[in-house]
């Protein structure tokens, strides 16, 4: 597919052409980059070019989707952190402990009131 395009007036654009020319250029913007992607630092040096970006990117992702969050353990280990230690019982849920639904609730008079579920006036 070519990237020549015709503007408006009839001149012809070859975009290729123009990008290769002005990949050096600093592009306009707060990320510190030229147009092709390379990392500027001071005075527009270029400290890391974009394949050695990506390469960053793709090994951080690996490491990352490569991860487990699950730790190992071997079936003689379960058999001794449950000989040593009991299980946690589950804890109940007493009247004390539960937290009360309260909601809104609008008076005649078009003030609101904060009442408990269970006590409807």
């Known amino acids: 597919m070519s990237n020549i395009y015709k503007t408006a007036g009839g001149r012809t654009v070859d ?3 123009l990008r290769m020319q002005n990949e050096k250029a600093i ?3 707060n990320m510190n980059v030229n147009a092709r992607g390379d990392l500027l630092g001071k005075g527009g040096k270029i400290v ?3 394949s050695q970006r990506t390469r960053e990117e793709k090994r951080v992702n690996n490491v990352v989707n490569n991860a487990s969050l699950k730790k190992k353990v071997t079936a003689e280990e379960v058999k001794v952190l449950s000989e040593n230690e009991p299980l946690p019982e589950a804890k109940k849920e007493t009247a004390a402990t ?3 639904k309260q909601r809104e609730k609008e008076l005649p ?3 609101i009131e904060i009442v408990d579920e269970g006590n409807d006036l």
């Open 15 to 17: 975009m290729n052409k």
């Open 98 to 100: 539960k937290k009360k």
């Open 27 to 29: 592009a306009v913007g």
């Open 109 to 111: 008079d078009g003030s």
């Open 48 to 50: 890391k070019t974009v």
